[in-house]
């Protein structure tokens, strides 16, 4: 079945062939959780591995996805880390449940969130999708049947993200997803470049551009940090996309240059801030001098600050939007506890937004613009998957620049492109900005 994935055999061939007993996939391990205990540098590499396991047997609404590549995401680095709970605790939850979920609760836990490949099996009551379908992954994990989920997928109480709340994630050679997980593989990208996307993407379409974020609209100042990660790259793109005026924070001259190549005008390198001082922005000195800066740049306060820094950004975040501004925030990458001055909050009329993920028809949404050629990949790296610690790892030191892709099914690096006319009106140069 791999090698005919691989090879790129029609549906009705891979229908023919068995399903393998067992496959490669990344894995940690609950023996592991306690091994970083007391330790300060919980190298990811240590509890990463690429074992052989059993395939799990396929539910009624699930499809099993040869993954040809997949990605890093910053949960699979905490779930590495066993931070800030083990995921371990995910499975039992999920055990408990019974059903088709109790499959997950296992010694083991196969992470990823992002992938892209090619369905090999439908489970009996999968009605839109076939075997044969190149397809990405929305990393939405919902209960359909939870009356929330209808007002939007992200409330429901069953939902969970996919290879970090749940099991056989996307950091293998196979994944279970549910068919509200599918969507079309963007044709003009290779296997490598459509499976970076959909996690960051989405969250930050969710953050900016969708009624449940900040609403951005024409003319706003768009504050964001770590402006060439994977959440900031494409929070980049949407904010100039909208007609918005982006002011990006990096740590380094060659990123900048980067943020530049994109459209970015705006930049401030966060280097000059700190002046040697990693704790400056973590004290209003140093806010004000990040204040300083953007309107040097700009001429104003930003309307939205695109927070997911955490610990060290959140105090500037709040003091940093204008009057009437908002702080929205989808994660906490330096540390979860956070404090800020309050007056700056109620005083001045600001809003903290907690966001988290996207929905299916935002994933859908930011899919299209793929499609389109509107929103490029911040695919800058790629490793194979016998490397998931080392990729790991490059994303735990933030020695990354935009997103690192991992190749599971894929042989080699720029497969996967069914629209080659589409891809050229795009454009190489474009398509691999990140890589150049």
């Keep these: 079945m791999s090698e005919a994935v691989a090879a790129g055999v029609d549906g009705r061939t891979l229908e023919a062939l068995p399903v393998p007993d067992c496959f490669t996939a990344a894995t940690i391990r609950a023996s592991d959780v306690g091994i970083f205990e007391g330790v300060e ?8 591995f690429v074992d052989e396991i059993p395939m799990p047997e396929l539910a009624p ?11 890093i995401n910053y949960n699979t680095v905490w779930s590495a880390m066993f931070e800030p709970v083990p995921t371990f605790q995910f499975l039992k939850q999920m055990g408990k449940a019974g059903g088709w979920e109790a499959r997950h609760d ?7 969130s992002d992938a892209s490949g090619v369905i090999v099996r439908t489970g009996s009551s999968v009605r839109k999708w076939r075997v044969g379908d190149h397809v990405v992954i929305a990393p939405a994990y919902v209960d359909e049947q939870d009356p929330d989920t209808h007002r939007d997928g992200m409330l429901g109480d069953g939902q969970k993200a996919w290879g970090f709340e749940t099991n056989f994630g996307a950091l293998a050679h196979y994944a279970v997803v549910r068919a509200s997980q599918l969507m079309p593989k963007p044709a003009l990208l290779s296997w490598e470049e459509a499976a970076v996307n959909p996690l960051c993407a989405s969250t930050a379409y969710r953050m900016l551009v969708s009624d449940r974020g900040a609403q951005m609209k024409q003319g706003d100042v768009v504050l964001v940090w770590g402006a060439t990660g994977g ?8 904010v100039r996309n909208g007609g918005g005026i982006p002011v990006g924070v990096v740590n380094s001259d060659k990123k900048a240059a980067l943020l530049r190549s994109l459209g970015c005008e705006a930049v401030i390198n966060r280097s000059d801030i700190e002046d040697g001082d990693p704790t400056a922005l973590e004290r209003p000195q140093g806010w004000k001098k990040v204040g300083a800066a953007i309107r040097e740049a700009v001429g104003e306060d930003p309307h939205i600050v695109f927070e997911h820094v955490g610990r060290k950004t959140f105090g500037a975040s709040v003091f940093l939007a204008r009057r009437g501004g908002t702080v929205i925030t989808c994660g906490s990458s330096t540390g979860y506890a956070h404090t800020y001055d309050n007056r700056y909050l109620w005083m001045r009329l600001k809003r903290i937004i907690g966001s988290h993920g996207a929905n299916l028809y935002e994933q859908s949404e930011v899919n299209r ?3 389109l050629g509107h929103l490029v990949p911040a695919l800058s790296k790629t490793y194979g998957l016998s490397e998931v610690g080392e990729a790991t790892r490059s994303v735990q030191t933030n020695q990354h620049i935009g997103k690192v892709g991992v190749l599971c099914l894929a042989p080699r690096p720029g ?22």
């Design 369 to 371: 613009l793929f499609s």
């Design 41 to 48: 540098d919980k190298d990811v590499r240590k509890s990463l």
């Design 231 to 238: 959440l900031g790259s494409y929070a980049i793109q949407l």
């Design 106 to 112: 296992l010694p083991y836990h196969v992470l990823g």
């Design 61 to 71: 609404d699930e499809a099993l996805v040869a993954v040809m590549a997949s990605s």
């Design 415 to 436: 497969l996967g492109v069914t629209d080659p006319q589409a891809r050229a009106k795009v454009g190489e140069s474009r398509l691999r900005l990140f890589r150049s």
